[in-house]
């Protein structure tokens, strides 16, 4: 199996749980316990970034891959997704009193005109589920990943988010793209949604001891990579390979992208208009992070939180800095 750089996973994304939660899947990804009960379906709502766009979701195939397999397991999913591209807008809202449109392209799909990924799980609390909340928020495919620090920017990682912050179990879940390999990205997509139907039914038998399918106020981002098995002699192309496990990982902090802001008028630094573009920071990645799973071609498991918490250590630095301030 192709052991890849840091580098050549960083020039891939600029190209296109954990203390509470820790389990580690092998190669074939998550198993039910042995002597467990079939696992029940579950209510789901369904998002991502992309949207839900084309007849059938044909110009967002991932998020279809992903609604089409967690049918397949039984489990009841409704889609609530932007009806434009809204790749990086984090965990963006619209104002109080925008007006926002929405359609129903097929029945249980959803769209929201131009909401952000956030306003389309807000939709979903407030008019899909209204007996209740769902059972589990499910953000993705997402090609591309969603690890360091553009977990802040995310689109996917913040709709996983805010299903968080209603109290809802919630997982966002990215596949690795490559632009000298596009069919390796488009083969994963069966198997990484598989892969979360698998995590699901682990994070079920799990729950049967304590009642939660996650630790209150967590949720997961996946990010599942392209690994490279031996070249096919006939057409000379890599093949898709199972990736070796799954690794919890902690998000590398750190800018990742440089911002390139190019004027296409006027001086740098001036009044104007730029075109904006982006650079990889080429640094390596620290150890049990997400970003050095991925190099090593497992699975990356992280645990994201809606309460923003930081360690002893800065707790103690902010007290004393508070106390400072009296």
Not at 85 to 91: K, P, T, W
Not at 261 to 275: V, W
């Amino acid at each position: 199996m192709m052991k890849r750089s840091v580098r050549a996973v960083r020039a891939a994304v600029c190209a296109a749980v954990v203390a509470a939660t820790v389990f580690v899947m092998g190669p074939a990804g998550a198993a039910p316990e042995p002597g467990a009960e079939a696992s029940r379906p579950l209510n789901i709502l369904l998002t991502n970034d992309d949207g839900w766009r084309g007849a059938g979701g044909a110009n967002t195939p991932y998020i279809v891959a992903l609604r089409d397999t967690l049918r397949a397991a039984g489990h009841h999913v409704v889609v609530a997704a932007p009806g434009t591209d809204q790749s990086g807008q984090g965990g963006r809202v619209s104002n109080r009193g925008q007006k926002l449109q929405v359609a129903e392209p097929e029945a249980n799909v959803w769209t929201v005109t131009p909401g952000s990924p956030s306003d389309s799980v807000y939709f979903g609390m407030d008019e899909l589920f209204p007996n209740g909340k769902p059972d589990l928020v499910v953000s993705g495919i997402n090609p591309g990943f969603n690890f360091g620090a553009l977990v802040n920017h995310s689109g996917t990682v913040n709709a996983a988010l805010t299903g968080v912050e209603f109290g809802v179990p919630a997982l966002a879940m990215s596949l690795e793209t490559q632009p000298d390999w596009p069919e390796g990205t488009r083969l994963a997509a069966r198997p990484a949604a598989s892969y979360v139907v698998d995590l699901i039914e682990l994070l079920e038998v799990r729950a049967r001891h304590d009642g939660r399918l996650m630790p209150r106020g967590v949720g997961l981002n996946i990010n599942y990579p392209l690994a490279e098995g031996p070249t096919d002699p006939t057409t000379g192309d890599p093949r898709l390979a199972t990736p070796q496990g799954t690794r919890p990982a902690t998000i590398q902090g750190g800018a990742f992208l440089v911002p390139d802001f190019t004027p296409d008028n006027g001086e740098a630094a001036g009044p104007g208009t730029y075109t904006m573009g982006y650079g990889a920071v080429d640094t390596s990645a620290d150890a049990g992070s997400d970003i050095k799973a991925i190099a090593d071609d497992y699975v990356s498991m992280s645990a994201i939180q809606d309460d923003h918490e930081v360690d002893g250590g800065t707790r103690g630095w902010l007290r004393s800095l508070a106390r400072g301030m009296r």
